[in-house]
C-alpha cells in the first residue's frame, strides 16, 4: 500500500514554469513505477508522464513532450514534475499515481494522489 500527496501547483502566466512534487509514504517506493495524470476542465483524464523504478527511463504525452520533465528521489520518497513554457491548454488538475507495474502505471494504476490544481494565464 502507499499513499500520496501532491503539492506545487498553483497560478502561473503562460510561458512559466511549476514543478509539482508528490511525496509518498511507506518504504517500498523504490518499487513503485510512477505517473501523473492530469484532468482539465470538462476533459477526461489524460496520461502526462511516467518513471521506472530506478529514474532510468522515462515516458511523455506528445502534448508535453520537451517541455516537461518527471524525476524521482527515492531517498526522499517523492517524484517531481517539472513543467516549462507551460500553455493555457496545460491547466488542469494533476494527480500523481503509482503502480508495481511500468506497464499499468500509464493507464490504469492503482494509487492516486488526490490531485493539485494547475491553472495558466493567458
Known amino acids: 500500500q502507499v499513499q500520496l500527496v501532491e503539492s506545487g501547483g498553483g497560478l502561473v502566466q503562460a510561458g512559466g514554469s511549476l514543478r509539482l512534487s508528490c511525496a509518498a509514504s511507506?518504504?517500498?517506493?523504490?518499487?513503485?513505477?510512477m505517473g501523473w495524470f492530469r484532468q482539465g476542465p470538462g476533459k477526461e483524464r489524460e496520461f502526462v508522464a511516467r518513471?521506472?523504478?530506478?529514474?532510468?527511463?522515462?515516458y511523455y504525452a506528445d502534448s508535453v513532450k520537451g517541455r516537461f520533465t518527471i524525476s524521482r528521489d527515492n531517498a526522499k520518497n517523492t517524484v517531481y514534475l517539472q513543467m516549462n513554457s507551460l500553455k493555457p491548454e496545460d491547466t488542469a488538475v494533476y494527480y500523481c499515481?503509482?503502480?508495481?507495474?511500468?506497464?499499468?502505471?500509464?493507464?490504469?494504476?492503482?494509487?492516486w494522489g488526490q490531485g493539485t490544481q494547475v491553472t495558466v494565464s493567458s
Open positions: 518513471i521506472s523504478w530506478s529514474g532510468g527511463a522515462t
Open positions: 499515481a503509482a503502480d508495481e507495474s511500468i506497464v499499468v502505471v500509464n493507464s490504469l494504476p492503482r494509487y
Open positions: 511507506g518504504r517500498t517506493f523504490s518499487r513503485y513505477a
